[in-house]
């Protein structure tokens, strides 16, 4: 069968670099769990080195063509290949609350949303990585105080640790992308779970960075808080100079203010 030609309207950039797609597979550490799910595996650069792994490996893909050329191409995937969009698929169908990693070289145009998709799935995803658009890769990792610190970077760090691993250049892609990418991986905290409401959290997270120029007295003003609460000192800050440990603080003191969401 033929190749696949990238489409670019589903962000596809086709790895050709043997090696580089061997380091991806490399980056997971198959610990805690027995199965993975790649996201958007294309001609299967990667999953040839996944399907070495002594693990359980299924692959999601949206694109028929692709699909096509796992499912003539690549015998193990038998059974395991999910015709379906990762972000709207309900993915316990397969893992019926199962524990997956998830690897993937993602495309660009939806990486951020596989992430945010991950973070709703945290309790059954102990492990996570692959490639994104560098900058990408690099804000879910990046800490306070930088400018491209941000929501991504704060919920993301909220449930696991993060780590920026390395850069991959564009003449390694079919077609070659315009930036630069990054390879990251996240290990969910061995605790987890948030001492104050998990809802309540991300809309605080979001709320505040959506203003990320004011102090948060200012960007927070929709939450309605008390004149006492708004004299507290951590509201004279701007929302990237908050840690992660400082926005659940932060949570807390509106919480116990009385507001619920």
Known sequence: MEKVKAKKHLGQHFLKDESIAKAIADTLTFKGYDEVLEIGPGMGVLTKYLLEKPVNTHVIEIDTESVAY?????????????????????????????????????????????????????DQIPEFSGMFQKEVAERICEKKGSKTYGILSVLAQAFYDTEYLFTVNENVFIPPPKVKSGVMRMTRKEDYSLPCSEKLFFTVVKTAFQQRRKTLRNSLKTLNLSDNLREDTIFDKRPEQLSVDEFIELTQKIETDGVQS
Not at 87 to 105: D, H, P, R, S, T
Not at 110 to 121: A, D, G, K, N, P
């Open 70 to 122: 796992l499912d003539a191409n690549y015998p193990k995937l038998k059974d395991k290949i999910i015709s379906q969009d990762f972000l709207k698929y309900n993915i316990n169908e397969v893992y019926q609350n199962k524990q997956f990693a998830i690897i993937g070289n993602f495309p660009y145009n939806i990486s951020s949303q596989i992430v945010f998709r991950t973070l709703e799935l945290r």
